[in-house]
């Protein structure tokens, strides 16, 4: 599932204004420690929100927003509709919407690649599950609660043109499509660039000028469906979080 919110990350970043938030206010490009620190803290969160009771979600929600109210700014340069000292801010509902909804879609639509078929249901059920955390954590009233009312939201923020990729969302695209720990990982660095890429609206592919093609789709596929072979073979005990997993009497 991790290799989803590499795509989430980049819908996310093609708002100027949250792109402009991320590179005068994250630790995203400080080194293969802090950027592994940071993936670990990014899981804790998740993991917590997901599966946590409720004192664990309310303490990870108040952690979240305390740094939200620290986040804020001017965007430097002018881009896409927002003009050159447009304010920014962590806090801004439209802003915690589009991140919200950019996982709504990206998460689901990972797992159906890598894992499993999702039906419409269930997708329906997760978005449903979710909306209170993004509520809780400042977006606005009107969280889109269905799979249908996701992919709408997203086409709708497409065609807006309010989504432009500029000079920050491209520099950081580069830390998350090539992180520093790369050399390390380099076939799952790859493998994250390809999926990443191919997974993309093409619209914001064309924007972050990433290159795809006939033998890029092909290999999509191929790696889409050896993965989910490979998952189908492992025990739940390597698959899933510790948090995620069945508990057992």
């Known amino acids: 599932m991790v290799l989803g919110w590499s795509r989430a990350i980049l819908m996310q970043l093609a708002h100027p204004l949250i792109a402009a938030a991320v590179i005068d206010h994250s630790a995203f490009r400080d080194g293969p420690r802090v950027a592994a620190l940071r993936l670990r803290q990014t899981i804790r969160a998740m993991l917590s929100l997901t599966f946590g009771d409720e004192p ?22 002018a881009t896409g509709p927002f003009p ?84 920050d969302a491209r520099t950081l695209s580069d830390a998350v499509l090539t992180p520093p720990f790369a050399p390390f ?21 064309e924007q972050y000028a990433l290159p795809w093609n006939g033998e890029d789709d092909e290999s999509y596929g191929r790696w889409t469906a050896a993965i989910r072979r490979f998952r189908r073979r492992m025990p739940d005990r390597m698959a899933r979080w510790a948090s995620a997993r069945p508990v057992t009497a």
Do not use: K
Not at 57 to 76: C, D, M, Q, S, Y
Not at 185 to 205: I, Y
């Open 56 to 77: 664990t979600r309310a303490r990870t929600l108040a952690h979240i927003n305390g740094i939200h109210r620290r986040v804020n700014g001017h965007l430097r340069e």
């Open 84 to 167: 050159t000292g447009t304010a920014y801010s962590a806090e801004d509902p439209a802003l915690i919407t589009w991140v919200h909804v950019t996982l709504m879609q990206s998460v689901p639509l990972t797992y159906a690649a890598l894992v499993g078929s999702v039906s419409d249901d269930e997708w329906d059920r997760y978005c449903l599950e979710a909306a209170p955390i993004a509520r809780a954590l400042g977006a606005t009233g009107s969280v889109p609660t269905s799979r249908r009312a996701i992919d709408d939201y997203v086409q709708r923020m497409i065609e807006s043109g309010e989504l432009a990729v500029g000079v």
């Open 185 to 205: 990982v380099g076939p799952l660095a790859r493998l994250n660039r390809l999926f990443t890429a191919g997974s993309l609206p093409p619209e914001l592919r």
